[in-house]
């Protein structure tokens, strides 16, 4: 079975053709034009290829509640009743190719001895032992995108909607009542172009591991956060930007907090509250300020 060919994007479109070469040592993924030393020669055997009239769309839609933060405003407000806050998220990337050209090492050639030598060059070698920390890569592949055009979509919105009775008085107004009251707030931002020098789109890699102590040297193709496999976007890319992380825990001094959190400390004029995480029903901690 041959293996997957696995592409990075560039970090923009500004890398003009032969700013990046197949054998080049680079220590960055983020980086792919800032070589640590030129390709070997005899360079490995390479092949190329193309497509036309080459398009891709991605495109990340988001949209949930806002509990915590409904009830916060709420609180500040001096609002009580049915309350709900949303938030909405839609991104699109549209790009086209006249034409795509892949140039790419041969997959049947042995690159063992290859990256070995290249490894071992003294440049190499002591940027490397100076850097342990930085892991070595070589370039394989790249793609150069002729005729491109882009489109890219941002879409951001938030808002609360509410079937509510308002205490005034907490805010300086003296009425109360039961209004159906909400906002909404939105911003779309487009960007693109309809013409493009040619530039390099997209680069493949090999990672490279090295025993500085036995001078044993393996790589592998490398894959992990690829945009593109075999010349489709990869799912874990459409997806990079939904998940967020979670922080499992964290170490905090009372200067974080600005007081101590404690019944003692806080302000006479300050009042506490507990509310619902919607996500996961657990009970959060709300400070509010009496004016």
């Known amino acids: 079975m041959a293996p997957t060919k696995a592409y990075f994007e560039m970090p923009n479109f500004d890398y003009a053709p032969g700013t990046i070469k197949i054998g080049e040592i680079i220590a960055d993924l983020k980086s792919p034009g800032s070589a640590i030393y030129e390709p070997?020669?005899?360079?490995?055997?390479?092949?190329e290829s193309y497509q036309e009239n080459w398009e891709a769309e991605k495109s990340r839609t988001l949209g949930g509640s806002l509990g915590i933060w409904a009830q916060f405003l709420a609180m500040i407000l001096g609002i009580s009743g049915d309350i709900s806050g949303h938030f909405g998220k839609d991104d699109?990337?549209?790009?086209?190719?006249?034409?795509?050209?892949?140039?790419f090492v041969k997959s049947d050639w042995n690159l063992a001895e290859y990256v070995r030598a290249s490894i071992l060059q003294p440049t190499v070698k002591q940027y490397f032992e100076a850097n342990p920390k930085k892991t070595p890569y070589m370039i394989t592949g790249f793609k150069v995108a002729r005729g491109a055009e882009n489109l890219r979509k941002k879409y951001r919105e938030v808002g609360a909607d509410a079937s509510v009775a308002i205490n005034g008085t907490m805010v300086g107004i003296p009425v109360s009542g039961g209004p159906q009251v909400g906002f909404s707030n939105s911003k779309f931002d487009s960007v693109g172009f309809a013409g493009s020098s040619d530039f390099i789109f997209a680069y493949r890699v090999?990672?490279?591991?090295?025993?500085?102590?036995?001078?044993?040297?393996?790589?592998?193709?490398?894959?992990?956060?690829?945009?593109?496999?075999?010349?489709?976007?990869?799912?874990?890319?459409?997806?990079?930007?939904?998940?967020?992380?979670?922080?499992?825990?964290?170490?905090?001094?009372?200067?974080?907090?600005?007081?101590?959190?404690?019944?003692?400390?806080?302000?006479?004029?300050?009042?506490?509250?507990?509310?619902?995480?919607?996500?996961?029903?657990?009970?959060?901690?709300?400070?509010?300020?009496?004016?």
């Open 206 to 291: 090999r990672k490279i591991k090295i025993n500085w102590k036995t001078m044993d040297v393996d790589s592998e193709d490398y894959m992990s956060g690829a945009a593109y496999h075999e010349g489709e976007r990869t799912e874990s890319n459409l997806d990079e930007d939904i998940t967020p992380a979670e922080i499992e825990s964290a170490e905090l001094d009372e200067a974080d907090f600005g007081i101590a959190m404690d019944a003692d400390s806080i302000p006479l004029d300050w009042t506490m509250a507990t509310v619902r995480d919607e996500m996961d029903d657990s009970d959060c901690l709300v400070v509010k300020i009496e004016t």
């Open 40 to 47: 070997l020669n005899p360079a490995p055997p390479i092949l």
């Open 92 to 103: 699109s990337d549209v790009l086209k190719f006249d034409k795509l050209e892949t140039a």
